[in-house]
């Protein structure tokens, strides 16, 4: 069965439809590469949580451009920006803010949080306890935030970017499930290439030694990232497709089904948090490429940053030597692609 999508793109509600913000958000890509070198995945993967209002979790070494690469990305699109150190002793009122006292004013006033701008680096997320966690799933979920029992909304572009680190695990909190499902992709970096790194080290050195010059100028503004999001939701996914993403999401769930070595090794399933993360990144990533449709290529690029956090491996897994990702490239290439 061939996907027609990939010689002709399908008659759909949006042919011909002028897609009037596109040209801005591939311009604001470009400008992430002029100032981070490689980590190709990790830039489209900020703009896809951008364009979707989807939250990142990016699990890294340090000095892997976590924090350049989303501070070039808010500086890019003229938000504000907050990077928030998650530490053990982090409490709640932290992040959301508190009711102060005034005595000019005789009473107690609300001064707002970090959580209250609209790109957020939460940074070794997995080092905060529980009760800061359940503050900042409210955040993510809902995009309000409750404190003395009044409820103020976030603003519309709230996104936040998540990063742990995979080897320092002393003095951790391991985000529940309930958490991990909330974010849209999980994103595992590597190291750059001999080239990549070659590259980094002479940029650096030529930043030292020319002069001082300007910060990168915005690309975009809130308005048109909003309004770039409401053309993504209208991204053609042909129905052929949707049956494909809600077959892969499924076969996380019956994985002996499709690979018969692997059967025992995976004890939870993705959700179908999953199937909706998938359709809505994969319709993103078609936007970041120029198209107004999903081609196949779309949701193979993007499913394992949707599944990776979704799947709960067992202990005969770790006793193998099997990773989520193992699992996940065995379900990509068992199960067939329209």
Not at 10 to 17: D, F, I, Q, T
Not at 67 to 73: E, G, I, N, Y
Request: hydrophobic share 45%; glycine share 8%; net charge negative.
């Amino acid at each position: 069965m061939t996907y027609r999508a990939r010689a002709d793109p399908p008659a759909s509600p949006v042919e011909g439809r002028r897609v009037h913000n596109q040209p801005s958000i591939i311009a604001l890509r470009r400008q992430l590469e002029t100032v981070v070198v490689g980590q190709h995945a990790l830039l489209d993967r900020l703009v896809i949580g951008l364009l979707t209002g989807g939250h990142i979790l990016v699990e890294g070494l340090p000095g892997l451009a976590k924090t350049t690469a989303v501070k070039t990305l808010a500086a890019g699109v003229h938000a504000s920006f907050k990077r928030i150190q998650f530490t053990p002793d982090l409490l709640p009122g932290d992040l959301t803010g508190s009711d102060v006292y005034d005595p000019r004013e005789a009473g107690f006033c609300f001064v707002e949080g970090p959580l209250f701008h609209e790109i957020i680096l939460a940074d070794e997320i997995n080092r905060a306890p529980a009760k800061v966690q359940s503050a900042l799933l409210e955040a993510m979920q809902e995009h309000q935030i409750t404190v003395g029992g009044v409820t103020r909304t976030l603003p519309p572009l709230f996104m936040v970017m998540a990063t742990q680190n995979p080897l320092e695990q002393a003095g951790t909190y391991p985000l529940p499930e309930a958490q991990l499902d909330r974010f849209l992709l999980h994103v595992a970096l590597d190291y750059p290439s001999a080239e990549e790194e070659l590259e980094i080290l002479q940029r650096d050195r030529a930043r030292l030694t020319a002069p001082q010059g300007a910060a990168p100028s915005a690309v975009v503004d809130v308005v048109t990232v909003l309004a770039a999001r409401e053309e993504v939701k209208r991204v053609h996914l042909d129905p052929m497709l949707e049956r494909y993403i809600v077959a892969l999401v499924g076969a996380t769930r019956e994985v002996g089904k499709w690979v018969r070595e692997y059967g025992e090794l995976v004890e939870v399933g993705a959700s179908p948090r999953a199937s909706l993360a998938i359709a809505r990144a994969a319709g993103a990533h078609a936007y970041l490429c120029g198209r107004e449709y999903v081609v196949p290529d779309d949701i193979l690029e993007i499913a394992p940053d949707c599944l990776r956090h979704r799947i709960v491996l067992g202990f005969a897994a770790r006793v193998e030597k099997v990773s989520r990702d193992g699992v996940i490239r065995r379900l990509l290439e068992a199960v067939p692609v329209p």
